[in-house]
């Protein structure tokens, strides 16, 4: 009887020690932290500016799946679905929200004050996402894609491209919270340049060739596209609209020119997704987003096909050549 009791008192000494070892297993596994990742594409796959997220992570020490948790969700260029995937992501209780889209942005400040958010935007200051670029307050920072001239830019060198340009469609989302300060960028440029505006509104794919038709109605001569989540999505319907309809047109990335489109003038988007990650590690590492100046891009890069110029019938200048960071031949 005694031999028994010392068994059944060992018995659960020995599964109380196991219990224990279990236990301080678990309390000294090393946290990994999870981030959530809003793009505006379609998904991960061929996917330019995620990958190179994913660089910048790797380039600073980070191994997904073992270091760090990538939480990623896609739009699929539709802006209207970033609210309800902002959501999603704060419910999965991640550490950091990144997000690729002004839109999303304001939908993940309006939804949390406490989660820290890396931004990739057009104008945080104008659109309210923080106080100042210096110094952002609250709990987003990140990148600004953009600032007030490159519109007005972009209406330049086509002109440039095609002298006798005096009326000019802007294909732009309504949907799109950036696209109103876009417009009004655009507006003093056109009034320098004695360009007439023609806006060509598109929420969706289905809106793409009634645009295009209406710009032809219209007499359009060329066409300005805001950068939108939308129209990268489907690049390479754009392109092809655009050479059947023989309009020069120019975009704010150059992934329409590679697909052969005409122009583009923008920031290096792969450059600015890769610096992302460095607000990521900064974070985890301790830093607030509040006192994280929000970086502008300092180099904007125009690319020009002459190939798809010569399909248009247009000479390509010297001087508009000599411009030029990339020519496509």
């Not at 699929?76 to 309800?84: D, K, Q, S, T």
């Not at 704060?90 to 993940?108: E, M, P, Y």
């Not at 988007?269 to 830093?287: E, N």
């Amino acid at each position: 009887m005694r031999g028994q009791v010392k068994r059944r008192a060992f018995i659960t000494l020995f599964f109380a020690a196991v219990a224990r070892s279990v236990e301080a297993a678990a309390q000294t596994k090393p946290w990994i932290p999870r981030v959530g990742y809003i793009g505006g594409g379609a998904g991960a796959a061929n996917n330019d500016n995620f990958e190179a997220f994913l660089q910048g992570l790797r380039e600073l020490g980070y191994v997904e799946g073992q270091t760090i948790e990538l939480d990623a969700r896609w739009s699929a260029g539709r802006v209207e679905l970033m609210p309800a995937l902002v959501t999603e992501l704060i419910g999965r209780k991640v550490d950091i929200l990144v997000i690729t889209s002004n839109t999303g942005a304001l939908a993940a400040k309006k939804a949390t004050r406490s989660i820290p958010i890396v931004m990739l935007a057009g104008d945080p200051v104008g659109i309210g996402l923080v106080e100042t670029l210096a110094r952002p307050g609250g709990n987003v920072t990140g990148l600004s894609y953009s600032n007030e001239v490159i519109s007005g830019r972009r209406l330049q060198l086509l002109k440039e491209l095609v002298p006798e340009l005096t009326r000019v469609g802007v294909l732009r989302n309504p949907l799109g919270s950036m696209h109103n300060i876009f417009w009004r960028e655009t507006e003093v440029a056109a009034r320098k340049l004695a360009v007439t505006l023609q806006p060509l509104d598109v929420s969706g794919p289905e809106d793409f060739e009634a645009a295009f038709a209406t710009a032809k109605l219209g007499n359009v001569q060329g066409l300005l596209v805001f950068d939108n989540p939308l129209s990268a999505v489907y690049k390479s319907r754009f392109v092809a609209l655009a050479a059947s309809n023989r309009l020069p047109v120019i975009y704010g990335v150059r992934g329409f020119v590679d697909d052969g489109g005409l122009m583009s003038y923008g920031a290096n988007y792969a450059a600015l997704f890769r610096r992302a990650a460095t607000f990521v590690d900064r974070i985890l590492k301790g830093a607030k987003p509040a006192d994280l100046p929000v970086e502008q891009p300092t180099k904007f890069e125009f690319i020009i096909n002459v190939k798809a110029a010569n399909a248009l019938g247009l000479t390509v200048p010297p001087t508009l050549l000599t411009q030029a960071d990339e020519i496509i031949e």
